[in-house]
């Protein structure tokens, strides 16, 4: 496991992607995941006594496994994005999902498109078939045949494809086009950015509904926050949030990659400060972080905001899965995926490792430290955690 630091880091506030962020658009976007059907806050864990024996103060994970029947948090960021590009390409005005379920009434269906790992073709398929509209999803080589199934029960046509993930995200942008799809792509990159952010703010309600299960106080208490990255949509509409609902002061952001795919953790220490792109088979079991290339605005907001980049292997995701699936005492179990309990493996490394004493002196982790994890998957690849909970 390798930490590299942000020397990049100045004032966060200069980034104009922040300014999507702010708490009205963020309150607006809650307003619309609770109008639609299945939503449910979903649990904030507190492991006291993890926290109590490891030398931290608090210890949260926001379990993302019960969003919307899902077993992970992406459909948050799909139904978003949908319901943005009828309002914003279609013309639509609408107050809320049965709103728009009415605005739709008979229209052609739209087909949407996008490339997965898994959890984000997954969520687009459920907000296309909530809306009766049409889903196309490619997959890389190398997926999991569950995680196929698993889409095309949602409806959508779904396949696994002769390439890694980010040249299946090329592929099927050019598919698109040619087909005249709307694609629905988590990743950003120049002259495709709207549909990317509309995602990103989709997820930030699970940090609005943090703010309200901790309180604004606690809320304001949290000072440290581990993240995942893959293309770092995820990461960055997390730290963007957290800045924001925080009035500027923010918490160290600490974000974790796998060590095959690790693009933020190589492009934080590239000299010129540009991102870098992994290429290869990108080979770890932490299917939704096995990504070779920033997102342009993950990387934005993270160049701009994150305080330090971990890139570890599959062992750091799996003592994660294993210490929330058998947490100490009484603490709650967490059911957490591969992509999900990354951060929280790297950061118990990080505590209980000698060899981390400096770099967790230099976070400030201590008796005194509120870490907030968000545990963004269950146990979307069945198969795979039972046999790491059994090894």
């Known amino acids: 496991m390798d930490l590299a630091w942000n020397g990049f880091r100045k004032k966060r506030i200069e980034s104009a992607l922040f300014e999507h962020f702010d708490p009205e658009r963020l309150e607006a976007v809650k307003m619309f995941h609770e109008s639609v059907p299945g939503y449910d806050e979903t649990p904030l864990v507190h492991l006291d006594n993890l926290a109590e024996n490891i030398g931290v103060g608090n210890i949260y994970v926001k379990d993302e496994s019960a969003r919307f029947g899902l077993n992970a948090f992406k459909g948050l960021g799909g139904i978003h994005a949908v319901a943005e590009y009828f309002r914003n390409h279609e013309g639509m005005e609408f107050d809320g999902y049965d709103g728009l379920l009415s605005a739709l009434e008979n229209r052609t269906p739209v087909t949407f498109a996008t490339a997965t790992d898994g959890n984000h073709g997954k969520g687009l398929a459920w907000a296309a078939s909530l809306l009766d509209q049409q889903a196309k999803v490619f997959m890389p080589e190398g997926s999991e045949a569950s995680r196929l199934e698993a889409i095309r029960e949602l409806g959508a046509e779904a396949e696994i494809m002769n390439m890694n ?36 703010k989709g997820y930030t309600t699970i940090i609005k509904e943090v703010q309200s299960q901790l309180g604004k106080n606690v809320f304001h208490g949290i000072t440290h926050v581990f993240l995942q990255a893959g293309v770092g949509s995820f990461a960055g509409a997390m730290a963007a949030a957290l800045f924001n609902l925080t009035g500027g002061e923010g918490p160290t952001i600490v974000v974790v ?12 220490q590239n000299p010129s400060g540009d991102p870098l792109r992994v290429t290869g088979a990108l080979d770890t079991m932490m299917a939704g972080l096995a990504c070779g290339e ?5 990387w934005e907001i993270l160049k701009a905001s994150a305080d330090a980049f971990i890139s570890c292997g599959d062992e750091t995701s799996a003592r994660g899965m294993r210490l929330l699936g058998r947490p100490e005492g009484d603490d709650q179990s967490i059911v957490s995926g591969e992509s999900g309990a990354a951060p929280f493996g790297a950061f118990h490394r990080l505590m209980m490792e000698a060899e981390y004493r400096e770099e967790r002196q230099q976070l400030g982790l201590n008796g005194t430290s509120n870490v ?3 545990s963004t998957e269950g146990d979307t690849d069945a198969r795979n955690y039972a046999r790491i909970m059994n090894g």
């Open 165 to 200: 993930y980010d040249d299946t995200v090329e592929g099927v942008a050019a598919l698109a086009e040619e087909n005249g799809w709307v694609l629905v792509q988590d990743t950003a990159w120049p002259g495709y950015e709207e549909v990317p952010l509309s995602i990103m």
């Open 257 to 268: 990659e796998p060590d095959q795919a690790d693009c933020f953790h190589r492009s934080i």
């Open 294 to 298: 920033p997102s342009i605005q993950g």
């Open 372 to 374: 907030l994890f968000i």
